[in-house]
């Protein structure tokens, strides 16, 4: 999705020096106007991201060449430069049924304002603060999942004979007999209350799964 953008790949093209080409075009969605496989002419229309350095830019495009483009994925790009900045770029292509024979397509371009992302509910430009804002979140919703350990909890099933009796973890009552508790693993002081009876207490180390601990209660004398 959008944050890919940022890191387009370089493929190689044979034949041509990359550092010709500067540029890196990603083609988000085109429509075939024409193809002639056999007079090798390709056209269409389309939409795209250009990436300049850190800059990037949503433009719409067509192009008539002997180069047949295809979509690229989000982590793909093509090697571009302006032949008229803002309105044509030299893109390098591969020409179909040869292998690692490359040329330039020229594509007439209209440069928007705003970056293309494509959503749910298919392509659309946000504004340029609108996809830094985009980027920033999902930079922070992936660092916070990287920098947060797995949750574990520990589930202490009690039961007393006789039952009904009243539970404390670690001197706070938290319900009565039988009752299944989620506790943070580590050690706990476990004490079961019950009137008319002696009061049943034990220190438990709960790890992550569950514990089924139970309290035979003796009565007062």
């Not at 083609?27 to 300049?52: C, F, P």
């Not at 900045?85 to 292998?99: P, T």
Request: proline share 5%; net charge neutral.
């Amino acid at each position: 999705m959008p944050a890919g953008l940022l890191c387009l790949a370089s493929p190689a093209f044979a034949g041509k020096d990359p550092s010709d080409y500067p540029l890196r075009v990603q083609l988000i969605q085109q429509s075939w106007t024409s193809r002639d496989l056999v007079r090798g002419e390709y056209r269409a229309t389309g939409q795209g991201n250009v990436r300049e350095g850190e800059t990037i830019h949503a433009f719409d495009f067509s192009y008539d060449c002997a180069v047949s483009l295809t979509t690229t994925a989000s982590n793909r790009a093509y090697p571009a430069r302006w032949r008229k900045q803002g309105e044509k770029l030299d893109l390098l292509g591969n020409q179909i049924g040869k292998n690692q024979k490359y040329e330039e397509c020229e594509l007439k371009t209209t440069l928007l304002s705003g970056v293309y992302v494509m959503g749910s509910g298919g392509l659309f430009e946000l504004s340029q603060q609108n996809y830094r804002d985009l980027l920033e979140k999902q930079k922070g919703a992936r660092a916070g999942a990287a920098g947060t350990p797995p949750a574990t909890v520990s589930k202490l099933s009690i039961v007393s004979a006789p039952d009904g009796a009243e539970i404390e973890i670690d001197g706070a009552f938290v319900g009565n007999v039988p009752s299944v508790l989620e506790i943070k693993p580590g050690e706990h002081t476990v004490t079961v209350r019950k009137s008319g009876f002696r009061t049943w207490e034990r220190k438990v180390t709960l790890v992550a799964g569950e514990i089924k601990v139970s309290a035979e209660l003796e009565a007062e004398k």
